[in-house]
């Protein structure tokens, strides 16, 4: 039996099957999760189509408000869900961390309660009257990756219910806890039904995209796995909004200063430890500035101190989980083998947890692993280039489409080759900022539909028109 339970029609609900979830910084287990049974999955799908009937039809300003009050629960219960939060995840409390995150889950749950569908007039003369609506779709299905669980979670249940569905979520296996407990607070906020939370392993979430009465599904998580939703979804012609990995090119002009840009490259690149999907994976420098860039990036990479997450005075943690960290080694190994040279880091501890310090590397090429696959970890490699044609082909020259960045002294030359990039977000002098009000999404194999704004509200609706002739 575990202390956290699944949350089904409002209440928490337990479950005799658990699994052990590891704190990624000692391999100890922090507690045990519940798995959700078929049953129990049929029961929280039921009640969040029972609640979709009256939810659906309440006021937008009751709607609008539960949004706000989940805001103030998030802010209120910060602390505790952090630290939660590091104990599963590993990102340290302090930095770009768990308190960040819960901050960032806060602010865009309030951001979202001032939203609205407003209805639009297409036509009202005396031939005719053209209305068109947007409506909810029905129960939601959303599915959680582990590297921003609580956020990606007030992203995925904050629109959908702002515009009148129901939820049912699935954390991740591997940072379970927090969601259920986010879940369990943000129910405090709402009536039975219109959020549930699911945990469990491996079938779960198949279950979910094959449900009969789920009508969409919101997924974060990696490309093949987005496929497959997409795939097992097909039979019941559910809406999708797919949120999937990305390789995105940072390039470095010849004219910028490297010691301004450093600081910026880096934040890019090691945001969440590098296990961010829009996070700068490729950086391509410029031969003119390449060699006094690598130099100012290993200064502030070798600034970082890494550690337990829950040492206030870390800024690093570990990676997340063992899969993970396997391959982001692998991938390292295999620059090595193949004449990658190590700038810093590398140095891989041999101790508990699954530490990898900000490690830079160069010598590498594109058709190497570590340049055409995502690393999803501390590992950036750094290509030299000379000719602007040539490394913006090799930038658009992978199935991932979700940001990119240029960097230069010239922000309208940098502005116009970042618009040449085939990604959803092509940042200049920066990589990563994202907004509530600023839409969101990958292009190619990196998503399908976008995030945020009036844009992301969109995606959780249908549009209905009702056309009256007065003739
Ligand atoms: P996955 O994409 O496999 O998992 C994400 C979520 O999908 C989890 O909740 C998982 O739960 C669920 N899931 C897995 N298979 C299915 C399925 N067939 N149908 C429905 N849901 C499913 O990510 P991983 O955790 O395995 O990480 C693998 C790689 O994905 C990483 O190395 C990284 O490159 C990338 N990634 C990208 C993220 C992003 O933000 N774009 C986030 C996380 C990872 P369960 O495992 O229980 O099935």
């Known amino acids: 039996m575990s202390d956290y339970g699944l949350i089904i029609n409002g209440k928490k609900v337990f479950s005799n099957n658990t699994f052990s979830v590891i704190n990624p910084a000692n391999e100890r287990v922090v507690a045990e999760c519940p798995i959700a049974s078929k049953e129990q999955l049929n029961e929280a799908v039921s009640a969040a189509a029972i609640a979709f009937k009256t939810w659906s039809a309440e006021s937008d300003n009751i709607k609008a408000e539960a949004c706000g009050n989940i805001s103030a629960a998030i802010t209120e219960h910060a602390e ?25 889950a806060a602010g865009w749950a309030g951001y979202t309660s001032t939203l ?42 904050l629109p959908a219910i702002r515009s009148g569905n129901t939820v049912v979520m699935k954390p991740s296996p591997y940072t379970p806890l927090s969601t259920l407990r986010m879940a369990e607070i943000m129910n405090e906020c709402l009536p039975p039904g219109v959020l549930n939370c699911v945990a469990g392993e491996d079938e779960l979430g198949q279950w979910m995209t094959e449900h009969p009465d789920i009508q969409k599904i919101i ?59 829009a996070a700068l994976k490729r950086l391509y420098v410029h031969e003119s500035v390449h060699d006094e860039l690598c130099e100012k990036l290993t200064e502030v990479a070798n600034a970082v101190p890494m550690g337990d997450g ?46 990898m310090p ?98 992301g509200l969109h995606e959780y609706t249908t549009i209905q028109v009702v056309n009256v002739t007065k003739v």
């Not at 031939?127 to 129960?139: D, F, W, Y």
């Not at 960045?405 to 002098?429: F, H, M, P, Q, Y």
């Open 358 to 455: 900000y490690t830079l590397m160069t010598n590498v090429t594109d058709g190497m692993r570590i340049v055409d696959e995502e690393q999803f970890g501390p590992l950036l490699p750094i290509i030299k280039y000379s000719d602007i044609n040539d490394v913006l082909e090799k930038a658009n020259g992978l199935e991932t489409g979700l940001g990119g960045s240029v960097w230069s002294s010239d922000i309208e030359r940098a502005s116009d080759i970042a618009s040449k990039l085939e990604c959803g977000t092509a940042w200049v002098n920066q990589h990563g900022p994202i907004a509530p009000n600023v839409p969101f999404g990958g292009v190619k194999c990196s998503g399908i539909g976008v995030e945020f704004a009036e844009e």
């Open 80 to 104: 505790e869900l952090a630290h939660l939060l590091t104990l599963e995840q590993g990102k340290p409390l302090n930095g770009a961390g768990s308190r960040f995150e819960l901050g960032g």
């Open 116 to 157: 609205s569908l407003p209805v639009k007039t297409i036509q009202d003369d005396d031939n005719a009257r053209i209305l068109q609506t947007r409506k909810p779709i029905g129960v939601v299905g959303s599915i959680l990756p582990w590297n921003w669980p609580l956020m990606i979670g007030v992203w995925h249940v």
């Open 219 to 277: 997924f974060t998580g990696s490309i093949p796995t987005g496929k497959r939703v997409m795939s097992s979804s097909s039979a019941t012609l559910k809406r999708l909004t797919l949120e999937l990995g990305g390789n995105d090119a940072g390039i470095v002009l010849d004219d910028v200063d490297p010691a301004t840009v450093a600081p910026g490259i880096i934040e890019g690149a090691f945001l969440n430890n590098g296990q961010t999907c």
């Open 310 to 355: 829950l040492n206030e005075d870390n800024l690093q943690g570990p990676i997340q989980n063992k899969m993970q960290y396997d391959k982001v080694v692998g991938l390292y190994e295999d620059a090595k083998a193949n004449g990658g040279k190590v700038l810093c880091g590398g140095n891989i501890p041999d101790e508990p947890g699954y530490f």
